[in-house]
């Protein structure tokens, strides 16, 4: 229990910083925002009030038809993270000709991960209802996370490829299916989290899954490293780097996708001189010449899956 009363602290001291600062974060997020970008703030996919169940639409200006629309899930250890903070990156993904839509979700240990993922497909079936009135073709729908927003991504992809997962988590399916998944320094294989100690995995499984995780039919299907196989998932392009403290996790998926004969693209950095590409570097250095390289081939990969005349357009 030290474990998870240690994570508990800093979890509410996090999230007590974040709400109290709330404001401030946003006021930062939208300052030297790139141009020639619209952004709408706030609008409710579950309409209960709660900032959580909210969401942001990046698209260009002037933009007056359907756009290649990219769903991007923040990261955060799944207990903490905000839309704005990533405001400025999901302009810049929006400057490559794609609406953005940018959710909140509620955190661990408040909301376990499994109804995480029942909010984010609450998101996906918004954009099935509204995504035309935000310039969002639901043709053609990428989703990108980074780090526990990876994982989230591709479980989505996994669970609605896999016959009989859905039924299982008790989500009903979209109209529409990812085209592409394009995951940053992705947390997709949850059995290192064991190599820590049986307490700590023990902890942290308890904080994020539930005080039975091991006992729920769920559990297993969270592993997306695990889960791949028997999946319909689209085409994916992953993001890391040497210096990633995950990057071994992009390096083996990319592995399995090859055993697996599924299509990807890998971009997997190594060290630069005079700079640090850490953890999601291409999110907290958008302009970074690294980081437009990885923007332009991961929105050149999804191109290639996109209907042929959005493609055309673009």
Same mark, same amino acid.
């Given at each position: ?15 007590? =910083?974040?709400?109290? +600062?709330?404001?401030? @974060? ?21 309409? #209960? ?14 933009? #007056? ?9 923040? +990261? ?51 954009? !099935? ?19 526990? +927003? ?28 990812? =085209? ?8 997709? !294989? ?42 319909? *998932?689209?085409? @994916? ?38 700079? =640090? ?15 437009? *390289? ?21």
């Amino acid at each position: 229990m030290f474990v998870v009363n240690q994570i508990h602290k800093q979890y509410f001291k996090m999230n007590e =910083k974040m709400s109290g +600062g709330a404001e401030n @974060v946003i006021n930062h997020a939208n300052e030297g925002l790139p141009e020639g970008i619209t952004t709408v703030c706030d609008i409710p996919y579950i309409p #209960d009030g709660r900032r959580v169940h909210t969401l942001d639409v990046c698209c260009p200006e002037g933009t #007056d038809k359907p756009l290649p629309t990219i769903i991007f899930l923040h +990261g955060g250890g799944w207990m903490y993270g905000l839309k704005e903070l990533n405001r400025f990156y999901c302009s810049v993904l929006a400057g490559f000709g794609f609406s953005v839509v940018v959710p909140n979700f509620p955190y661990a240990p408040g909301t376990k991960v499994a109804a995480q993922l029942q909010d984010l497909f609450a998101v996906y079936h918004w954009l !099935d209802k509204h995504g035309k009135e935000y310039c969002c073709d639901t043709d053609n729908v990428f989703i990108t996370g980074e780090s526990a +927003g990876g994982h989230l991504a591709m479980t989505s992809c996994i669970i609605m490829g896999k016959p009989g997962l859905p039924e299982e988590f008790g989500l009903r399916l979209p109209e529409f299916r990812f =085209k592409g998944a394009g995951l940053s320094c992705a947390a997709l !294989d949850l059995s290192y989290f064991q190599t820590f100690g049986y307490s700590f995995f023990k902890d942290f499984g308890r904080l994020l899954f539930g005080w039975d995780y091991k006992k729920s039919p769920l559990f297993p299907y969270l592993d997306p490293m695990s889960q791949v196989e028997g999946s319909d *998932i689209p085409p @994916v392009y992953l993001l890391s780097s040497r210096e990633d403290v995950i990057g071994f996790m992009s390096l083996a998926f990319a592995k399995r996708l090859e055993e697996l004969g599924k299509p990807y693209q890998a971009r997997h950095w190594d060290k630069v001189p005079g700079k =640090k590409l850490i953890h999601v570097f291409n999110l907290f250095y958008p302009l970074w010449e690294e980081s437009m *390289i990885s923007h332009t081939e991961m929105t050149d990969y999804f191109k290639k899956y996109m209907d042929i005349r959005q493609a055309v357009d673009l």
